[in-house]
Each structure stands twice: as C-alpha cells, then as structure tokens.
C-alpha cells in the first residue's frame, strides 16, 4: 500500500520556468491537500480539495494552481516560479470529516533560483 | 499570535528519560494531531484527537478542550525518537474536509 506519492522529490527552477507537482494517493480518500514549509514556520495550506470536483485556496495561494484530476490525483502548478516559491511542498489526503487518516507524501524540495 | 503554540521549541534529553511536549491553540477544534517529521522529511500522523487520552507504545497524548491544551509525553526516551513532534488542529468551523493549522514544531534531540 504506497498511501500518498509525491513526484518529484527535488527539482531546481529557475526564476519564470513552470512546472507541476504530481501527488497521487491510493487510500480512496475524499480530502487531498497541499502544503508548504518553510523554516521557522509550520506548514500552511496552498489549497485543499474537499471532493472530487471541488478545490479551494488555503492561506498561501497565490502563485499556484491546482487541478483535481480525479479522485486519487491532485497536482499542484507553480506558472512563473519565483524564489519565494523555494520550499518543501507535501502533499496530504484524508477521510473527509475530522479527518481521519491524515496521510503525508514524502515532500518535494523545490529551488527556485 | 500564532493559533498553535508549541513549547519548547527545542529539547534535548538524555536517553531513558521522560518527555512532555506541550501544544496550546487559541481557536475551537473538532480534532488534534500530533505528528512526527523524521530528518528525512517525512511526516508521519501519530495521533488524532478530540478528548481525553490516546496511548501507542511508548507515546501518549492527552488533551484539555477546555483549557485548549495538549500534550504529547515519550517514555523512555530512545535515540530513534529524535525528530521534529508538530501539533496541529482542526477548527470547529471546517465543514467539509480537514483543512489543518500547524504548530512550528518542537526538535526533539535523545542522546544515549
């Protein structure tokens, strides 16, 4: 049971260059998430799908999008990376509700330089 | 403010000895987790909670509602406990999904 994979697990940008971070998870689980974290902080949320079907921004949106592909997939894409975008980014799913099951992928260390 | 304070931020312990990691939040929850994040960056989920106790092993963590406190405690402290403990809640407001607010993390350091 691999739970929640994360693809890539490092990758150096430079400042305007694109890409997308892959997340899958194989737990049939409804609520997918992403996250940044940064030191000194804890993680905050970029945006979370509550469902197939829905997403929604989290409290650090800004300079992503995201595509819930369907119910196992959830990518996150940065369109112009700038260096603010360096970070590590985890991707997580849960059973809707309290959110029992809390599972993480292994992160993606991201350099924008 | 931060809505979740963990305290301390470090703490360093002698192998054997007993640990109290401390968690308060400022806003009503549905649920607490407490986590583990190993140096190579992995996070795995130790605990959900929304009352009383849950003991796994050598590990237990309590929470107060009222008093918007929790704890997690290790026994017997070992090596392999070192890592980075993370609380984080669940607010009583989310209705669908479990969005999560974190704690900074308390770096746990257990010398033999």
């Known amino acids: 049971n691999a739970g929640v994979t994360q693809t890539p697990k490092f990758q150096v940008l430079k400042t305007g260059q694109s890409m997308t971070l892959q997340c899958a998870q194989d737990?049939?689980?409804?609520?997918m998430y992403w996250y940044r974290q940064d030191p000194g902080m804890g993680l905050r949320l970029i945006y979370y799908?509550?469902?197939?079907?829905?997403?929604d921004k989290g409290e650090v949106p800004n300079g992503y999008n995201v595509s819930r592909l369907n119910k196992r997939e959830f990518s996150l894409r940065l369109e112009s990376a700038a260096p603010s975008q360096t970070s590590v980014y985890f991707c997580?799913?849960?059973?809707?509700?309290?959110?029992?099951?809390?599972?993480f992928g292994s992160g993606t260390r991201l350099t924008v330089v | 403010k931060n809505e979740v304070e963990q305290s301390p931020q470090n703490l360093t312990a002698q192998e054997g000895e007993f640990i109290t990691i401390n968690c308060s939040y400022s806003?009503?929850?549905?649920?607490l987790h407490w986590l583990q994040q190993h140096p190579g960056g992995g996070i795995v989920s130790l605990f959900m909670?929304?009352?009383g106790k849950k003991k796994h092993g050598r590990l237990i963590a309590t929470i107060n509602i009222q008093e918007k406190h929790s704890s997690l405690h290790i026994t017997a402290s070992h090596p392999r406990d070192s890592a980075v403990y993370i609380c984080?809640?669940?607010?009583?407001?989310?209705?669908?999904?479990?969005?999560?607010?974190f704690g900074e993390g308390t770096q746990l350091t257990v010398n033999p």
């Open positions: 984080a809640v669940r607010s009583e407001r989310e209705t669908s999904g479990s969005r999560l607010t």
């Open positions: 909670l929304s009352s």
């Open positions: 806003v009503g929850i549905s649920a």
């Open positions: 799908s509550a469902s197939e079907g829905t997403t």
């Open positions: 737990m049939n689980h409804n609520s």
């Open positions: 997580a799913s849960s059973v809707s509700g309290r959110g029992y099951g809390y599972t």
